[in-house]
Nanobody
Framework: QVQLVESGGGLVQAGGSLGLSCAAS????????MAWFRQAPGKEREFVAA????????VYADSVKGRFTISRDNAKNTVYLQMNSLEPEDTAVYYC????????????????WGQGTQVTVSS
């Protein structure tokens, strides 16, 4: 079992940057694929980015590709999401997830979720 706690959310102007962190506790952090999802009001939770166990492979949603960067530090049991060139459409609650997905972008393949952190981008 692993527990996940997100931090770093807040209010930022369009075009600005924000960095999120997800601290994990429990067994075998390095044994999990880690991902970020987000959910805007009235919308379904959508995939943002995922990173492999070693950090050697990443995948991004088309909507954030080139603007967001996911990374992890297994020594610190932490996964990060650096968000640049933020747009109002990025406004959402951002969730950290851990699992053993065959398809990284599918929500059902993640076993553990954080509580979420709010990101608001003003125009």
């Amino acid at each position: 079992q692993v527990q996940l706690v997100e931090s770093g959310g807040g209010l930022v102007q369009a075009g600005g940057s924000l960095g999120l962190s997800c601290a994990a506790s429990g067994r075998s952090f390095s044994g999990y694929t880690m991902a970020w999802f987000r959910q805007a009001p009235g919308k379904e939770r959508e995939f943002v980015a995922a990173i492999s166990k070693s950090g050697g492979s990443t995948v991004y949603a088309d909507s954030v590709k080139g603007r967001f960067t996911i990374s992890r530090d297994n020594a610190k049991n932490t996964v990060y999401l650096q968000m640049n060139s933020l747009e109002p459409e990025d406004t959402a609650v951002y969730y950290c997830a851990a699992g053993q997905p065959v398809v990284p972008s599918r929500r059902e393949n993640y076993d553990y979720w954080g509580q979420g952190t709010q990101v608001t981008v003003s125009s």
